[in-house]
């Protein structure tokens, strides 16, 4: 049973740019959350999608936007790239029982290190 | 809304030795899970344990063990018998919407 990946693994962009990171959740899973780890900090939330809706946004600006297909994979976009914005992006899979809050146990993928010169 | 607070930065032990992670945290809810994530060089984010709050026995994970203390707030993670796999990250987090993490506890587990 595959986990949750993400892909690419490495990117490297430079400011202004625009970067489009992927991530397949475990099978069985129907929630994808976006996490931003900076160096030596625990992971911030950017925001969660759920029946291809977003459905909860953390403290981060419109630049970050996302995507959920039918099959609940998901994609993070970050429009006019920042040097703050290199960082581990992390995806993390759930499932979502009835509809309401999630509380189950999210799975991490293994991340994708962004780089912006 | 909700805290996470982990106390200490740097950790280091020696194989085979035991040593117990602190973490508190801050809510209103009643009913909550807890989780211990794992973070190796490799980058990786591992569960290593979960403990539900209406549960009064504390979690369990081989060497893993939780000693939670609800009135408290707290959620300590003790690792037995140390090895030297055990070097991470080691992260507190308590869920909502989204997981709110600690700001981690760098672990060395020494020859």
């Known amino acids: 049973d595959a986990g949750v990946t993400q892909s690419p693994t490495h990117l490297i962009k430079t400011r202004g740019q625009q970067v489009t990171l992927r991530c397949s959740p475990k099978?069985?899973?129907?929630?994808v959350s976006w996490y931003q780890q900076a160096l030596g900090q625990g992971p911030q939330f950017i925001f969660q999608?759920?029946?291809?809706?977003?459905?909860q946004r953390g403290n981060f600006p419109d630049r970050f936007s996302g995507h959920q297909f039918p099959n609940y994979s998901s994609e993070l976009n970050v429009n006019a790239l920042l040097l703050g914005d290199s960082a581990l992006y992390l995806c993390?899979?759930?499932?979502?029982?009835?509809?309401?809050?999630?509380?189950?146990?999210?799975?991490f993928g293994p991340g994708t290190r962004l780089t912006v010169l | 809304a909700q805290t996470v607070t982990q106390s200490q930065p740097e950790m280091s032990v020696q194989e085979a030795e035991t040593v117990t992670l602190s973490c508190t945290y801050d809510t209103s809810e009643s009913n909550y899970y807890l989780f211990w994530y794992k973070q190796p060089p490799s980058r990786q984010m591992i569960l290593v344990i979960r403990?539900?709050?209406?549960?009064?026995q504390n979690a369990t994970e081989n060497r893993f063990s939780v000693n939670f203390q609800k009135a408290a707030k707290s959620f300590s993670l003790k690792i037995s018998d140390s090895q030297l796999g055990d070097t991470a990250m080691y992260f507190c987090?308590?869920?909502?919407?989204?997981?709110?993490f600690g700001k981690g506890t760098s672990l060395l587990v020494t020859p």
């Open positions: 999608y759920y029946e291809e809706e977003e459905r």
């Open positions: 099978s069985g899973h129907d929630t």
């Open positions: 403990q539900e709050a209406y549960k009064q």
């Open positions: 987090a308590f869920p909502g919407y989204a997981l709110n």
């Open positions: 993390a899979s759930s499932v979502t029982s009835g509809g309401h809050e999630p509380t189950d146990t999210q799975y």
